[in-house]
């Protein structure tokens, strides 16, 4: 069965400083991760997926299958990027997207 | 269409009526999800629809919600006899494929009084 796991519901650090946002994931077979993030009043959009190794908005995220960990970095936080963080597994045809709980980010000035 | 729409954006009513939500996805995607977000906490999976296969229901939270996916395209989820505890903020989703990237829509937000 598929799992995500993000083990801190509230984040809370200062503008400046970096970040982490944890996710742990469970799953058997060959998987795809994502990172969505909702700003508040706007949709839930994707931030970044595993496979493209990208870097968006400051944010990194690598998938170290050892730790089945996908946390989420960036080396200097911003106050624009509070907001509400999900993790999510796919796990390729015929399964469904599983997200995790969220992590809520609060930059302080 | 440019993305996933959801319909209405917002809906009042009152305890004990029926509801139906409704989700345009966008065109080609085979998969769809239903997820309810009540305030301050996460995404909860309601309801999943993958091309013809059998929808995945294991997040219904009872027997009052029910979905339905025509002609694979738009869905309506259903919410019979609403209860004060069903108000949330409804979102649903779409995917070129199952286990890919999900595209939301912006929700329909639920106040039952």
């Known amino acids: 069965a598929q799992r995500v796991t993000q083990p801190e519901k509230l984040l809370s650090v200062f503008k400046g400083a970096p970040v982490e946002l944890k996710c742990n994931y469970s799953?058997?077979?060959?998987?795809?991760l994502f990172w969505y993030v909702q700003y508040s009043r706007q949709r839930l959009q994707l931030l970044l997926r595993?496979?493209s190794r990208e870097s968006i908005k400051g944010f990194t995220a690598d998938l170290n299958k050892g730790e089945t960990s996908f946390h989420l970095k960036k080396p200097f936080a911003q106050e624009e990027d509070s907001a509400m963080y999900y993790c999510?597994?796919?796990?390729?045809?015929?399964?469904?997207?599983?997200f995790g709980e969220g992590t809520q980010l609060t930059v302080n000035p | 269409g440019a993305g996933v729409s959801q319909s209405p954006s917002n809906k009042v009513t009152e305890k004990g009526k029926d509801v139906e939500l409704r989700c345009d996805p966008i065109?080609?995607?085979?998969?769809l999800y239903w997820y309810r977000q009540s305030l301050g906490q996460g995404l909860e999976f309601l309801i999943y629809?993958?091309?013809?296969?059998?929808?995945?229901k294991s997040g219904l939270p009872s027997d009052r919600f029910s979905a339905e996916r025509t002609g694979g395209s738009v869905s309506t989820l259903t919410i019979q006899r609403t209860q004060q505890e069903d108000s949330a903020v409804y979102l649903c989703?779409?995917?070129?494929?199952?286990?890919?990237?999900?595209?939301f829509g912006q929700g329909t937000r639920l106040t039952v009084v």
């Open positions: 629809f993958q091309g013809n296969s059998a929808p995945d």
């Open positions: 595993h496979i």
């Open positions: 999510a597994l796919g796990g390729g045809r015929g399964s469904r997207l599983t």
């Open positions: 065109s080609g995607h085979t998969a």
């Open positions: 799953y058997s077979g060959s998987p795809e």
């Open positions: 989703a779409s995917s070129p494929t199952s286990g890919t990237e999900a595209f």
